[in-house]
């Protein structure tokens, strides 16, 4: 019996290595069947299967087959596979393809222009998508570029702007608490919220223009872009801003008075620990000449 003892332990031992094996074997070949897939479905004439076979390229971080098929996909001839295409990019962290989001940003679409924007902002090239923000919430353009500004007749039809809403999956809007409301306004194919969301991607925006426009929002005739531009406004965390947030408090909407309440106390704290320019640059006292 003692003699078969290592015959036995090498045929276990190479039951063991095939199964490995057979397990890698299987594990590749699922693998590579997913791929196929995946490509031949962004090859697909229908315009949906592209689309969603492109937009699940954005679970694929770090994967650089997934990257080069969705920046291929930014040149689909339709604008629902562009979009996805912006979308995922965005989402597996591409920053190596910024450029090609940047280009995207002259999208004749602006679905595909939303896209790429919100994919900037998430890749922090935030200069870009800044610019988009800004013409959205206005409608006028910020500089000489006009990044969606000339796209002003599709920005002011409110079923396009509600579609651009659904289709960045931002109907929740979150800022202020106010999801659920924003989101049955949303329903009502009104294009506020997706103004509202501009206003609130602003926040961080340096351009003192950016401010002003902020400001002026927050005279907009609906609440919910009121409601998100005190929000960004005391998110900027510019004191200079209190005295027109302050005016707010008395706005005949609760969600846009409260917001603009916790606004002035915020921006009120705050004020104490900045110094004016002119009091940087004026010239510091000796305490020797106090003597």
């Given at each position: 019996?003692?003699?078969?003892?290592?015959?036995?332990?090498?045929?276990?031992?190479?039951?063991?290595?095939?199964?490995?094996?057979?397990?890698?074997?299987?594990?590749?070949?699922?693998?590579?069947?997913?791929?196929?897939?995946?490509?031949?479905?962004?090859?697909?004439?229908?315009?949906?299967?592209?689309?969603?076979?492109?937009?699940?390229?954005?679970?694929?971080?770090?994967?650089?087959?997934?990257?080069?098929?969705?920046?291929?996909?930014?040149?689909?001839?339709?604008?629902?596979?562009?979009?996805?295409?912006?979308?995922?990019?965005?989402?597996?962290?591409?920053?190596?393809?910024?450029?090609?989001?940047?280009?995207?940003?002259?999208?004749?679409?602006?679905?595909?222009?939303?896209?790429?924007?919100?994919?900037?902002?998430?890749?922090?090239?935030?200069?870009?998508?800044?610019?988009?923000y800004y013409d959205l919430l206005t409608g006028a353009r910020k500089t000489g570029d006009g990044l969606i500004a000339n796209k002003l007749e599709i920005l002011k039809s409110p079923q396009e702007l509600a579609k651009i809403g659904f289709s960045q999956g931002i109907g929740f809007v979150p800022f202020a608490g106010i999801g659920w409301d924003a989101w049955r306004t949303l329903r009502k194919n009104d294009p506020n919220p997706v103004r509202a969301v501009a206003a609130t991607y602003l926040a961080r925006d340096p351009d003192p223009a950016t401010g002003q426009a902020l400001v002026d929002a927050t005279q907009d005739k609906n609440w919910i872009v009121r409601a998100a531009a005190v929000d960004a406004i005391a998110h900027r965390g510019d004191n200079s801003l209190l005295p027109q947030v302050a005016l707010c408090c008395h706005d005949k909407n609760a969600k846009v008075r409260f917001s603009a309440a916790a606004a002035v106390i915020h921006l009120s704290d705050i004020a104490p620990s900045r110094e004016t320019k002119e009091e940087k640059d004026a010239p510091k006292p000796n305490p020797e000449h106090r003597k």
């Open positions: 019996m003692k003699r078969h003892l290592p015959l036995l332990t090498c045929l276990i031992l190479a039951a063991s290595i095939y199964s490995a094996a057979q397990q890698a074997n299987d594990s590749d070949s699922a693998e590579q069947q997913a791929w196929d897939m995946l490509q031949t479905s962004s090859a697909s004439r229908r315009t949906g299967d592209r689309a969603n076979a492109i937009r699940a390229l954005g679970l694929l971080p770090d994967n650089a087959r997934a990257q080069k098929m969705a920046e291929e996909a930014l040149h689909d001839p339709k604008p629902e596979v562009r979009t996805a295409a912006a979308t995922a990019l965005g989402q597996m962290d591409a920053t190596s393809s910024i450029p090609q989001l940047e280009k995207a940003l002259a999208d004749t679409n602006v679905h595909v222009v939303m896209a790429a924007a919100h994919s900037l902002r998430e890749l922090k090239d935030n200069r870009a998508a800044y610019e988009v």
